[in-house]
């Protein structure tokens, strides 16, 4: 069935150093790959997203990488700094029914350490 | 934030008692979501609507029913509450389905407790 599957579960970095947070999803047909960050106690919040049609996409020290071949995807926070502490969630666009559904990963937990 | 609210924002219940959630929008979005989060499990869809009484199940949708009788409401009923649906409940919204992207805009969040 849909599945994503997010790695790791937790990650702790020092301040400054990069982080990588991969996801593999199961239908190739997926085209759009949302990444969401959650503060303790908030909603999740869109960070930056990509579709099928590009392999990377970067916005300021967050970048996205894709492999539709591979069916893997993975987040990339350069300069890390303690407000980057969060769980972090990848999700993939799956079709079928009246809309389109989300499917999410299990999360991440990044501490940045100062 | 997108202008997506809940209520209520936090609820103790009992075992067997009826608890309804809703989510209120103002951004006009077509479509609207009711995930649940716990531990381990990330978000899992429970129910959606693709418009006024249009809705359709999500992965986890026993034991959970949803009514959409306008635009910007959309409730999510646990008829008999049961422990196991101790959770955060949250709405989302999104306008584009169908190709293209699927952006969701996420509600506060409801925090429910079933004793």
């Known amino acids: 069935g849909e599945n994503v599957e997010q790695h790791p579960s937790t990650l702790s970095v020092q301040e400054g150093d990069s982080a990588v947070i991969k996801c593999t999803y199961s239908?190739?047909?997926?085209?759009?790959f949302p990444w969401y960050k959650q503060e303790l106690g908030k909603r999740p919040q869109l960070i930056i997203d990509i579709r099928s049609n590009v392999g990377e996409k970067k916005d300021q020290r967050i970048a996205v990488t894709l492999n539709k071949t591979a069916k893997h995807f993975s987040l990339h926070i350069t300069e890390t700094q303690p407000e980057d502490s969060a769980v972090y969630f990848c999700?993939?666009?799956?079709?079928?029914?009246?809309?389109?559904?989300?499917?999410f990963g299990t999360g991440t937990l990044l501490a940045v350490q100062p | 934030d997108a202008g997506i609210t809940q209520s209520p924002r936090h609820k103790v219940t009992e075992t067997g008692t009826p608890v309804t959630l809703r989510c209120h929008q103002t951004?006009?979005?077509?479509?609207m979501y009711w995930y649940r989060q716990d531990p381990g499990h990330g978000l899992r869809l429970i129910h959606y609507s693709y418009g006024v009484k249009d809705t359709d199940k999500g992965e986890v949708s026993d034991g959970y029913s949803v009514s959409r009788s306008k635009t910007e409401d959309f409730l999510l009923t646990l008829e008999s509450a049961t422990s196991s649906q101790t959770s955060v409940y949250f709405c989302a919204i999104s306008e584009l389905a169908g190709g293209g992207t699927d952006t969701q805009y996420f509600g506060p969040g409801t925090r429910l407790t079933v004793l």
């Open positions: 239908d190739s047909a997926s085209n759009y």
């Open positions: 999700a993939a666009l799956y079709y079928g029914g009246a809309t389109n559904k989300l499917i």
């Open positions: 951004e006009n979005h077509r479509y």
